[in-house]
């Protein structure tokens, strides 16, 4: 881009990304779930049939809704920062992704190594007593 040449607005997949890499800011954990949706402009769910009370509360206040609340060590959270600052240049993606990694710390740490969740919205909750080989394959590489 020379100086002066505007910015191009950033295409559906990229708006997609860099909304997935924020969904973690919104949880208590700060480590994104596994699978979360929206409600369409139609009112339509995109997470399937129609959401309970607390997701319509979750979805007011954070623009999306969790379906999946445990996260089993997927690389994604890592994966969607670094490819959204490759994308965009901003460095608040590698700022997120090092505020992953502070989280993997704390609530995923076990004596032996690492868990993933049961739910990434309760800070005391617990952990799933297994650890994905993609972890050691797909996540670690990012740190």
Not at 14 to 42: N, Q, W, Y
Not at 75 to 91: D, I, K, Q
Not at 96 to 114: D, E, I, K, M
Request: glycine letters at 8%; aromatic letters at 14%.
């Amino acid at each position: 881009m020379h100086a002066g040449t505007p910015t191009p607005a950033p295409s559906t997949s990229l708006s997609l990304l860099i909304f997935s890499c924020g969904t973690e800011r919104h949880v208590r954990t700060k480590i994104g779930p596994e699978a979360f949706a929206f409600i369409s402009s139609d009112g339509s769910f995109t997470g399937g049939s129609a959401i309970t009370p607390d997701q319509a509360k979750f979805y007011s206040q954070h623009g999306f809704y969790i379906t999946a609340s445990d996260y089993i060590l997927r690389p994604e959270v890592l994966e969607s920062n670094f490819y959204a600052w490759r994308a965009t240049g901003n460095t608040k993606y590698l700022d997120r992704a090092a505020s992953a990694v502070q989280s993997f710390n704390t609530f995923l740490q076990t004596t032996t190594g690492y868990a993933g969740l049961n739910d990434v919205n309760n800070k005391n909750g617990t952990k799933i007593d297994d650890t994905e080989s993609f972890w050691f394959a797909e996540v670690l590489k990012y740190l």
